[in-house]
């Protein structure tokens, strides 16, 4: 095929130009000004849209196994292909854990027929301790070779510091980065949204900015003791994002990465005892989203990542003490970074693709993020200027737990080509 006539923005490769982009065999054949069509090849009209590298999310829960209900890699991959990713990395977290090999060759053969079918490719991050308890590390080396590409504690937080040496020790052998969840859970038990005027009318437990700060000081300074790579999930607050800057300048092995809601909304979405603006990290102040977006502008925050949690509806339809954290995300990301970092002026539109696609590839080594001949044909197609209003119950993933329901955003995917197979186009 041939996308012709888009305004392709590859960061990988300094290009921004309004051209034409060949397809064959499922690679990228040739990027051009103009492209001659050869007979019997399917030719897209771009005009008026973005053809950017596929787009890449290093941070999502499929809930697979043991909670299908939540998601499944057919709802959860197709949910990515219409938000206009082309791969996802999905967590561990799950019943049972994502801790041996035989796990990880497992998920990969489940999405083995629906990547390039009907959804994104899947990679999967394991677990960096077994069962997730945090007592006895995961065999990394087996699950290293059955094809997990990080490892991580995310939603069980390493408490231990002499064991999260041990854990950045032996990923860095294994040249596996480790991507941290910083918390220090004995200043946030029992609590349920952002330390602050908000929780306190509300009568809520909060917990408190400093509980995730001194953890993502201390993983990095264990990162700079042991040469590991540490990724930081889900940045929140602009303290956060200074103690990050410090030590990438110290020469740690840190990348971070921040979350379209983190930006986007403080912690006054939760007035009402709204459970759809309920996450871990919390949402916090406007102060800490001015934070957050500096460190997209310089680079502090090496890329966007959505921490997609979907769940069902029974469950959010709680008490907010009670409810569980997490957001759906897939399918807002893009429209959320364009609405708000890039119509503002915050980010180019170019700096953008890069956060959601090379730099996510380049912090867990994937393949994709670049529109370079021979590379796989990952594309999104997008229209920078379609506005749309955002219908949960319209959502392909099962999960519809949203705080931007009924809110009207700016660009969003028409096209979604994996390995050169389309997977995704707006109806």
């Not at 920078?384 to 959502?395: L, M, N, Q, R, S």
């Amino acid at each position: 095929m041939i996308l012709r006539g888009g305004r392709i923005i590859d960061p990988a490769n300094n290009l921004d130009i309004v051209g034409d982009l060949r397809v064959a065999e499922g690679k990228i054949v040739a990027v051009g000004g103009s492209l001659a069509g050869d007979s019997g090849e399917q030719v897209i009209d771009c005009a008026g849209k973005v053809v950017a590298p596929g787009l890449i999310d290093i941070h999502v829960h499929l809930r697979v196994p043991g909670q299908e209900y939540k998601e499944d890699l057919e709802s959860g991959l197709a949910s990515a292909a219409a938000g206009g990713f082309t791969a996802v990395a999905c967590m561990p977290n799950t019943k049972p854990v994502i801790d041996n090999a035989p796990i990880v060759r497992d998920l990969y053969a489940q999405a083995t027929p629906i990547t390039g079918k009907t959804g994104a490719r899947l990679h999967v991050i394991a677990a960096l301790s077994k069962g997730m308890h945090n007592k006895e590390l995961a065999e990394m080396g087996d699950l290293r070779d059955a094809g997990a590409v990080a490892v991580s504690d995310d939603a069980f937080q390493v408490q231990d510091s002499e064991f999260m040496r041990r854990a950045m020790e032996y990923a860095k052998m294994l040249n596996l980065p480790v991507l941290a969840h910083c918390e220090d859970t004995s200043l946030t038990e029992g609590g349920a949204m952002s330390e602050g005027y908000e929780a306190s009318v509300m009568g809520i437990k909060g917990m408190p900015r400093e509980a995730y700060e001194m953890h993502v000081a201390r993983n990095c300074l264990l990162s700079l003791m042991t040469g590991a790579h540490l990724h930081v999930l889900h940045v929140s607050t602009a303290r956060e994002v200074e103690i990050i800057r410090f030590f990438k300048q110290q020469g740690a092995n840190v990348t971070a990465e921040t979350g379209p809601h983190y930006w986007c909304l403080t912690d006054e979405a939760c007035r009402g005892y709204n459970t759809n603006a309920k996450m871990n990290p919390p949402l916090r102040t406007s102060a800490d989203i001015v934070g957050i977006i500096a460190g997209l502008q310089d680079g502090t925050l090496d890329c966007i990542a959505t921490d997609h949690a979907p769940h069902a509806r029974y469950e959010k339809d709680q008490e907010f003490s009670f409810a569980p954290f997490g957001i759906h995300g897939l399918e807002t990301s893009l429209a959320l970074g364009i609405t708000h970092l890039v119509k503002p002026g915050h980010l180019s539109l170019s700096d953008l693709v890069l956060r959601m696609s090379a730099a996510a590839a380049r912090i867990l080594n994937l393949p994709g993020g670049n529109l370079s001949p021979g590379a796989p044909a990952d594309i999104t197609v997008f229209d920078p200027d379609a506005t749309w209003i955002v219908e949960p119950e319209k959502f392909v993933s099962k999960g519809k737990n949203t705080p931007f329901g009924g809110a009207e955003l700016t660009g969003r995917a028409t096209m979604t080509i994996v390995g050169g197979e389309i997977v995704w186009e707006e109806a």
